[in-house]
Structures are given as C-alpha cells and as structure tokens.
C-alpha cells in the first residue's frame, strides 16, 4: 500500500520530470510571478503554460492566488523538502560505500610511494 507521502513523492517528481516545468520552478524560486510572466520565455500558449502549472499545483510544488484576473504563482519550497529529505538518504547510503572505497585507495596510493 503506498502512503501519502510516497504519493506526493511521485507527483512532485513527475512534476520535475518535465524541462518546462523545471524552469517554471526555477523561475518561481526568483520571485513570484504571474502566469503571462511564466509563459513569455516559452513558445507556447498560456493554456498549455497553465497546464504545466497546474502539474505542479498537484505537487504541491506552486501556491496560486488570483487577484482580479490576473493569477499569481510562487513557489511552495517546503514541498521540495520531501526531496531533499528522500536524496539525503541516498547520498548517506552512497557515501557509506564511497567512504571505506577511498580509504583503500589512499592505502593503496602509500603503498606505491
């Protein structure tokens, strides 16, 4: 059975699987921005930059106010948290098989000095 924050994991990193919305975040990581704001770098719609942001909007990865008709988006940084949280154990599991790795190369390296 997969949890809730397995199931936050997975859209956040289907969010993340795509260029445009990756540059969407990076935008938003900047400063807030509005929709026509987001889509002026791209060759694309304001509907299809909509949808891309309502990908994210799922991933809880964009936070969208609307004030008249103009829509806001800015960042939800907290939910890229859950994937920093899920690359840390990662980088231990990797670093705990690095670590002893060196140790016999410098063993290694003064055995040949």
């Not at 924050?5 to 935008?27: C, G, K, Q």
């Amino acid at each position: 059975m997969v949890n809730q924050y397995e199931d936050n994991l997975n859209e956040i990193f289907h969010a993340l699987s795509d260029p445009t919305r990756r540059e969407i975040v990076y935008m938003m990581a900047q400063k807030e921005r509005t929709v026509s704001e987001l889509a002026e770098p791209f060759d694309m719609s304001l509907a299809a930059i909509s949808k891309h942001i309502k990908v994210l909007e799922r991933a809880n990865l964009v936070e969208r106010n609307v004030r008249g008709r103009t829509h806001i988006c800015r960042l939800n940084a907290a939910s890229l948290s859950q994937v920093s949280e899920w690359l840390r154990f990662y980088e231990r599991f990797w670093s705990n098989r690095f670590d002893p790795l060196e140790k016999e190369l410098i063993k290694a390296q003064k055995k040949e000095h």
